[in-house]
């Protein structure tokens, strides 16, 4: 495989471990410069690539789309960790995703990514599965969601609105805000 080939290769990975949900070809075309046809065998080649007996990951193609997901075989053992993540105390990883949640609802995951720096779909699957957070489908973006507040939550907490949570207008207004360039760092334009 080719240098360039290879980057694409691995450039493709990273975008299906980020994005974390089913992907469309037309949107990994667009993010890796390329054509449909190239990211569909780019798609088709690291999938082939994913069936060595030694990998945990597979890529599932439906349609037009395409996902990093668990192979089966490890169903059961990842249910067994699954289900010690639901029953037992949220991490502080979880916390910080459930404040940012709170506060800034209805956040779309790549929001709360870029404010914890880190991919947080297992921990969005888990909050939701807890009823802690509710996911809809994103009226501004095609298949994409956003996250917020569930009832159970503000139940929980003991609050009517999420207004109510301490300090929410000066941590709504913080971290709705985009940040601020120093005036060390140039502006790139990415």
Do not use: C, W
């Amino acid at each position: 495989m080719a240098d360039s080939s290879h980057n694409q290769f691995a450039a493709f990975e990273a975008l299906l471990f980020v994005h974390g949900e089913p992907l469309g070809i037309e949107a990994v075309a667009r993010v890796l410069e390329i054509s449909e046809d190239d990211a569909r065998a780019l798609a088709h080649e690291y999938g082939a690539s994913l069936e060595d007996e030694a990998r945990g990951l597979m890529l599932l193609s439906h349609g037009d789309k395409v996902q990093l997901v668990t192979k089966a075989k490890f169903a059961q053992f990842l249910a067994h960790f699954v289900k010690e993540e639901l029953s037992g105390d949220l991490t502080p990883a979880s916390v910080e995703a459930l404040a940012l949640i709170a506060y800034l609802g209805p956040v779309p995951r790549s929001v709360i990514d870029y404010h914890r720096g880190v991919n947080s779909a297992f921990i969005l699957r888990n909050l939701t599965l807890r009823g802690l957070v509710t996911r809809t489908a994103d009226p501004a973006h095609q298949n994409s969601y956003v996250y917020e507040a569930s009832f159970d939550l503000l139940k929980h907490l003991g609050i009517s609105k999420k207004e109510d949570l301490p300090e929410y207008q000066k941590f709504h207004e913080m971290f709705s805000k985009p940040p601020e360039m120093s005036d060390s760092q140039p502006a790139t334009g990415n």
